[in-house]
């Protein structure tokens, strides 16, 4: 069975720092994945995604993430974070053909002003 | 467009009682979910269905059951509520797959259930 794990629970950072969450999956094979981020009281939002090629994805809010297929690793960076970041992040994967999405257990960001 | 909206936004049931959540979606998605969300656990699949009349089991289901007689709508229902059941719940949909690749799931508000 896949598995997402990502190591960071609670990430505390200040204002203007460089962030970097570690994700890594499971599955062997072809690999979807993906970001989400839920703020406080809200839904979760997608941030990013990859399915394939280039292996550094741009998504919202000045976040990206770099697929390593030999680390089985996509972590999510932002070089300048924002109070408004403050969020739980989650990463999820799911292998080519699979409709369900495997989710990490998350990591809550607290940005300190 | 609403996107996915759940009813109801709270909920507190003592234990026994029965329940059920709604989840509807306004953008003709094939595919819908239902899952948890308990502190330190992530989002955990508890039920889902690709299709009208289709439904399947997801991680963890037991205590759940579900239907989807209508495209848009995914019901969840709770018939003899436990307190290990209390938790938030999200409901999700997406399109089906289209030349091979996964489209992204758009989740709904939540609900935040309390079994007493």
């Known amino acids: 069975a896949q598995s997402v794990s990502q190591h960071n629970h609670h990430v505390i950072l200040s204002e203007a720092a460089s962030l970097e969450l570690g994700c890594n999956y499971s599955?062997?094979?072809?690999?979807?994945l993906f970001w989400y981020v839920q703020y406080p009281g809200q839904h979760l939002q997608l941030l990013l995604k990859y399915f394939s090629g280039d292996p550094l994805v741009k998504g919202i809010k000045g976040f990206e993430a770099e697929f390593i297929k030999s680390k089985f690793s996509f972590n999510l960076r932002k070089p300048s974070v924002q109070w408004s970041d403050t969020a739980e992040y989650f990463c999820a994967s799911t292998n080519f053909g699979n409709e369900k999405l495997t989710f990490g257990t998350g990591t809550r960001l607290t940005i300190i002003p | 467009n609403a996107g996915v909206t759940q009813t109801p936004k709270f909920r507190v049931l003592k234990t026994g009682q029965s329940m059920t959540l709604l989840c509807a979606q306004d953008m003709n998605h094939e595919y819908m979910y239902w899952y948890r969300q308990d502190p330190g656990m992530g989002l955990r699949l508890i039920h889902y269905s690709v299709g009208e009349g289709t439904t399947a089991k997801g991680e963890v289901p037991d205590g759940y059951n579900v239907s989807r007689l209508k495209k848009q709508n995914f019901l969840l229902g709770l018939e003899s509520a436990a307190p290990s059941q209390t938790s938030v719940y999200f409901c999700a949909s997406s399109y089906s797959r289209r030349g091979g690749s996964y489209n992204e799931q758009f989740f709904g508000p939540g609900t935040r259930l309390t079994v007493l």
């Open positions: 599955y062997g094979g072809t690999v979807n």
